[in-house]
């Protein structure tokens, strides 16, 4: 079945890269999703990545995709305190176009 | 443009009672889809709409939950009757299928507490 996973928590200093992982299991994944969840508002797609690409860099962002290992990861590079947000990865299969989540993580950016 | 709304914000009801939570998607948006988030678990999907039919409700928990998209606009989630495990967090989502992609906006939310 579909399964993805993050760690629950990070906590890096300001200026600092964050490198937030996660693992999925299905391997028939097409395309794989950053969202980014800020207090009070909704989900904010951030990034995303085919599951045909290695690598996607988009301004401080950049996702790497591991597909052997099932292994997602996204790099904030000069993280800042607005950054402080918990961040979803979440998966999708061709054919269907549910989104499997992650229980997030929760950034946490200190000055 | 305006966003995905959902309303309430905030529902807090008792075990046995009925709540109505309404999703207005982006306006032209043909898809529309709930999601829940219960005690800080992950996202789960509960179903899609395509315009006004149903195109995949696999993930509704039982049939408590009864989800409705009338005229192919808003849609309401109705739970009766509520029980304690239902509490969490409702997110309702659009999208308009231009692409692949089928990129999700997400409304904000509608936190239910049933006590």
């Known amino acids: 079945g579909e399964d993805v996973e993050q760690s629950l928590f990070l906590s890096v200093r300001e200026g600092d890269s964050s490198v937030i992982n996660c693992t999925y299991t299905?391997?028939?994944?097409?395309?794989l999703y950053w969202y980014k969840q800020e207090p009070g508002a909704g989900l904010q797609l951030l990034t995303y990545?085919?599951?045909?690409?290695d690598m996607k860099q988009d301004q401080r962002l950049t996702v790497l995709l591991n597909k052997k290992d099932k292994h997602l990861s996204l790099r904030i590079a000069d993280t800042q305190t607005g950054d402080s947000a918990i961040y979803f990865c979440?998966?999708?299969?061709?054919?269907?176009?549910?989104?499997?989540f992650g229980t997030g993580t929760r950034l946490l950016v200190s000055p | 443009e305006a966003g995905v709304t959902q309303f309430p914000s905030h529902s807090v009801i008792e075990k046995g009672q009925t709540v109505t939570l309404r999703c207005d998607p982006i306006?032209?948006?043909?898809?529309l889809y709930w999601y829940r988030r219960v005690m800080g678990k992950e996202i789960k999907f509960l179903l899609h709409?395509?315009?006004?039919?149903?195109?995949?409700e696999s993930g509704m928990p039982n049939n408590r939950f009864l989800a409705e998209r009338t005229g192919g606009t808003y849609s309401t989630l109705k739970v009766q009757p509520a029980e304690l495990e239902d509490s969490g967090v409702y997110f309702c989502?659009?999208?308009?299928?231009?692409?692949?992609?089928?990129?999700?906006?997400f409304g904000p939310g509608t936190r239910l507490t049933v006590t």
């Open positions: 979440a998966e999708r299969n061709t054919g269907f176009q549910k989104l499997v």
């Open positions: 989502a659009s999208s308009q299928a231009l692409t692949g992609l089928y990129e999700q906006y």
């Open positions: 709409f395509v315009k006004e039919s149903k195109q995949d």
């Open positions: 299905d391997s028939s994944s097409t395309y």
């Open positions: 306006s032209g948006h043909d898809n």
């Open positions: 990545i085919f599951s045909n690409m």
